[in-house]
């Protein structure tokens, strides 16, 4: 199953995917490509894919991107054998943008769909501004970005609203925990449970 979150630039998205991947089980995490610049707290591989833009557009070209979008200036896509791969045996948490989510959603039927939002406006431009790393005219273009993606928020599946951070953990979490325990999701898992029922009628 593909969980995919996704929220303005500073709503603390990332954050709360590390903290869901700690404490759900068999949750795994699909790592995204971005043309972008390591962060000093990122890890290769764990974070992000980081690749130069060339390698970025041949995978465009030859269809290795399920999804892909242009964010402030950077490159961000997901791998289609990354989510092929990794979810054979597990269920799958997809961090992306807004524009990325939309793609998801008209290709992936069976997918659910998480809406982050920062608790205002005030406050995600002062994560912006202590995260650190970028000049004001990126922060105020990562503002204005935010204004136009917070309405799209009535087109998902969920919202969780990052305020207080172990609060949106345990609401994160327990979307994805109960969304497994549907009936629709269930079905291979119920079923010789069922049948042993009728095979022992006569215990």
Known sequence: MLFVITGPSGCGKSTLARRVLEGVENLDFSVSYT??????????GKDYYFVPK?????????????EW??????YYGTSRREIEKK??????????????????????????????????YKELKARL??????VSASIARRLETAKKEIRHYPGFDYIVINDKLER??????????????RLE?????????????????GD
């Open 54 to 66: 060339e390698v970025f557009d041949d995978m465009m070209k030859t269809n290795k991107l399920v």
């Open 185 to 201: 999701w269930q079905k291979k898992e119920i079923a010789p449970i069922i049948r042993s029922f009728t095979i022992d009628e």
């Open 87 to 120: 979810g054979i045996n597990k269920d799958l948490l997809l961090d992306i943008d807004v524009e990325g989510a939309h793609q998801i959603k008209e290709k992936v039927k069976k997918a659910v769909f998480i809406f982050i939002l920062p608790p205002s």
């Open 69 to 74: 979008a242009m964010v402030h200036g950077n």
């Open 129 to 134: 501004e202590k995260r650190g790393g970028e």
């Open 35 to 44: 043309t972008r610049k390591k962060r000093d707290s990122e890890t290769e």
């Open 168 to 181: 949106a953990v345990k609401e994160l979490a327990a979307i994805i925990v109960s969304t497994k325990c």
